[in-house]
T-cell receptor, first 115, second 116 residues
């Protein structure tokens, strides 16, 4: 079990630029989740996939955000035309849909800073 | 909608003191409940879980009991160590009719600092 891997760990960019993050889930996990965590707050759900299908999206996910999981393995989260308010830690998690309680296993996150 | 409320922090204790971090929730149906811990610079790690009323989750000396009547899932540890210093998050996973809705709803987190 190599755990959930996220890249990059840190991203600093200027306002208005596009950024893309990658998440590699635990290999046998068919569910993959994206959360956003701002300083001093708990993570907030953004979206999740079962295999390659995106099953739910939060209202937090504006049209500048897009997530994909093209082959049901790794996922990417893209933010277009970044804004100051996008500065946060972006967390990825994975789980097995049929595992009791579906405990979600988290990566170490990608910290995004908008200048 | 679903929500989780944790006690206000931060919490500062001396080593070997007793710890309680309160957590209450609002949800439809019968959610599963979790405690996650986040050490500095790291992602969240599952600490313990409970899936139904009166279940007790336990791990590394930490315990929490799922109390449906009070909609609570308080975290306790009898004797804390310096290494327990971290941020603790209570979370729920909504369930309805046996179908799980995949997203976790988190509380705001409680910072715990343990001094030698």
């Amino acid at each position: 079990d190599t755990g959930v891997s996220q890249n990059p760990r840190h991203k600093i960019t200027k306002r208005g630029q596009n950024v893309t993050f990658r998440c590699d889930p635990i290999s046998e996990h068919n569910r993959l989740y994206w959360y956003r965590q701002t300083l001093g707050q708990g993570p907030e759900f953004l979206t999740y996939f079962q295999n390659e299908a995106q099953l739910e999206k939060s209202r937090l996910l504006s049209d500048r955000f897009s997530a994909e999981r093209p082959k049901g393995s790794f996922s990417t989260l893209e933010i277009q035309r970044t804004e100051q308010g996008d500065s946060a830690m972006y967390l990825c998690a994975s789980s097995l849909a049929w595992e009791e309680d579906q405990p979600q296993h988290f990566g170490d996150g990608t910290r995004l800073s908008i200048l | 909608g679903d929500s989780v409320t944790q006690m206000e922090g931060p919490v500062t204790l001396s080593e070997e003191a007793f710890l309680t971090i309160n957590c209450t929730y609002t949800a439809t149906g019968y959610p599963s409940l979790f405690w996650y811990v986040q050490y500095p610079g790291e992602g969240l790690q599952l600490l313990l879980k409970a899936t139904k009323a009166d279940d007790k989750g336990s791990n590394k000396g930490f315990e929490a009991t799922y109390r449906k009547e009070t909609t609570s899932f308080h975290l306790e540890k009898g004797s804390v160590q310096v290494s327990d210093s971290a941020v603790y998050f209570c979370a729920l996973l909504a369930n309805a009719g046996g179908t799980s809705y995949g997203k976790l709803t988190f509380g705001q987190g409680t910072i715990l600092t343990v001094h030698p």
